[in-house]
């Protein structure tokens, strides 16, 4: 008994050394992303060669500067210099190796953003920091779309898009309002509203003349805010990824909108569900789409949309594409957080009945084994 109880508390030990190892390390790789310029690295993206070769005089600038500041004993401006010397020297070796393995590298002036957002029954304010959000991301107006989902039926979300829209339709060169009419045969939710918002975003842009596979489709739940650096770095990473038709981009969510608003035990769900999301953003074969990710617009096509008899959205359309693309499509961890909403309802009470709701919600991702396993039995390609 005695070894079965040290053998316990050795592997819980052992689990919660691990967890807080993995949140430390996605902390720095954030703190690293989001320090970087993402408008600069994109410039010298668009031409690789060139870019390397004014990486490497911009290299020997800082590192004679940072020499002279160390000389001088200005060790705090010295420790910035060797950030920023690091920090170019990482891309410097991305640009080698994308020119050592001749990637085919999109042009990021020829990419656009586009956000789909899936609405019901939330509040204009929660409404409106989500599209502020996007609004003030650094991306070019004229290449950045916005396209929400409310019901046929849903006449306050009506008026919550048309206030919205007259408020920053000016921010995005498309701000499209798309009318689900809950089409006969599906089961209502966020993943069958995201197919019909999907297809008609699809044929939307089309009409336009853009191309489906320089669109990066942001699928985007209503309260979630992304950060400034957002669409630059997502660009940035689907340009420079070979395998981008393939591929899925995962940033991390975190829970930190309304953090200190929510009661204490609903707190700790949310920072529980961020720390969990943090440690999956470091081991690519655990991590499948969770929430809110970027996805190319062509591969959405491609793999059909969303499942329309599912209540599992995320993790569904990742099994669909996995099996759609016989194995080969692939999370890719984007290491900037994306913020979310803890659960706050109007009294302490509803607040936890709530957050149980949330929980339920989650717990229908079990729907995915009977899936997987019928699929998998459908695609012997696939090795186990």
Known sequence: MAWFVLSFDFYWLYKAVALTASVLVTFLRIRRVVAADWAGRL?????????????????????????????????????????????????????????????????????????????????????EATVRALAEADWPTERKILAMITRETDLAGREN????????????????????????????????????????????????????????VTDLDADYRVHPAYFRYLAYRFASDPDRARRLYQPVPMFHNNLWQVPFLVRIVAVGATEMQMWRSLDPERLVSFSSYAVALETLHEVGYWATDAIPEDSRFYWRAYFRFAGTFRAEPLFIPIYGDAVRAQSYPRTLAQQYLQIRRWAWGVTDIPFFVGQSLVHPEIPL
């Open 43 to 127: 410039e010298r993206l668009a031409d690789p060669p060139a870019g390397a070769r004014s990486l490497a005089l911009r290299i020997g600038e800082v590192r004679d500067r940072v020499a002279l500041l160390e000389a001088r004993g200005e060790g705090r401006a010295a420790a910035g210099g060797r950030r920023l010397l690091g920090q170019l020297q990482d891309e410097q070796r991305t640009l080698q190796r994308l020119i050592a393995q001749d990637v085919q590298v999109l042009d990021p002036a020829s990419l656009t953003q586009a956000a789909l957002v899936p609405t019901y029954t939330e509040p204009y304010a929660k409404l």
């Open 161 to 216: 898009i048309a206030r919205l829209r007259e408020a920053f339709g000016d921010r995005f060169a498309l701000f499209a309002h798309i009318l689900d009419p809950l089409e006969p045969g599906i089961v209502v939710g966020k993943s069958s509203a995201m197919a019909y918002g999907g297809r008609q975003l699809y044929r939307l842009l089309r009409e336009r003349g853009l191309d489906p596979r320089r669109v990066i």
